[in-house]
């Protein structure tokens, strides 16, 4: 099992940044790869980046591309979503994703996160 926790969520006027953290624990080695997704009420959970554990490829939402970083950290089994330029259609619950076996950019994800919520202000 993988357990996934993020951090890093809070409140930003528009045009502002923050940095999410996913950290995994328990049987890390087994992950394959990794995503953050959002959600708002009402809505169907959305793709907004990828990350390949291994070879550290990377796939952007184009509604994010050129705002948002994803990148992990080996050492501390964590990954990040740095969030630039902000909008306030950026308001979401984000969630972090991970799996141990192979699939498309936007899944089957096996373990996820409770989420963190981020509001950006106009």
């Known amino acids: 099992q993988v357990q996934l926790v993020e951090s890093g969520g809070g409140l930003v006027q528009a045009g502002g940044s923050l940095r999410l953290s996913c950290a995994a624990s328990?049987?890390?080695?087994?992950?394959?790869?990794m995503a953050w997704f959002r959600q708002t009420p009402g809505k169907d959970r959305e793709f907004v980046a990828f990350?390949?554990?291994?070879?550290?490829?990377?796939y952007y939402a184009d509604s994010v591309k050129g705002r948002f970083t994803i990148s992990r950290d080996d050492a501390k089994n964590t990954m990040y979503l740095r969030m630039n330029a902000l909008k306030p259609e950026d308001t979401a619950v984000y969630y972090c994703a991970a799996r141990r076996l192979s699939g498309t950019y936007h899944g089957p994800y096996e373990y996820w996160g409770q989420g963190t919520q981020v509001t950006v202000s106009p």
């Open positions: 328990g049987r890390t080695f087994s992950i394959s790869a």
């Open positions: 990350i390949n554990w291994s070879g550290a490829g990377t």
